[in-house]
């Protein structure tokens, strides 16, 4: 089997990272969109709460409880919120700090490749041959 050099593995680990941060964004568009959501309908509830027309002064109590029950819902997204930020911000700092180590093996690479290439070029240079009978 083929042994794969630490860049290429590393690579793998950036790439799978990098698709966590994809779903850790995807949650946190996916919450910020629930809580414009809720605030609106809070909008909606507020405007029917001051209205003057005599069928909403009919339904105050019901859309206070709504309302109530709306900013309860808009602090647990609040909440929620910030956890889906903390852990962008998370997985990001993961992704990056995989992404220097992948390009720091990278060139670790490159440099034992060239230094080994240096190495055959000494060894050629320096080489005996591997009969007497060449030597005459």
């Given at each position: 089997?083929?042994?794969?050099?630490?860049?290429?593995?590393?690579?793998?680990?950036?790439?799978?990272?990098?698709?966590?941060?994809?779903?850790?964004?995807?949650?946190?568009?996916?919450?910020?969109?629930?809580?414009?959501?809720?605030?609106?309908?809070?909008?909606?509830?507020?405007l029917a709460l001051g209205s003057l027309d005599p069928i909403h002064r009919a339904f105050s109590q019901s859309y206070a409880d709504r309302f109530g029950r709306l900013s309860i819902k808009d602090q647990q997204l609040t909440g929620m919120q910030q956890v889906h930020e903390m852990r962008l911000t998370r997985e990001r700092a993961k992704g990056d700090r995989l992404e220097e180590n992948r390009l720091d093996a990278l060139q670790a690479e490159r440099r034992e490749a060239d230094d080994n290439a240096v190495y055959d070029v000494i060894d050629q240079q320096f080489a005996t041959p591997a009969s007497s009978k060449l030597q005459k």
């Open positions: 089997m083929i042994e794969k050099k630490r860049s290429d593995k590393l690579k793998r680990l950036v790439a799978v990272q990098r698709h966590l941060e994809k779903m850790a964004e995807y949650d946190l568009s996916e919450t910020s969109r629930q809580r414009a959501e809720v605030n609106a309908a809070m909008d909606v509830a507020i």
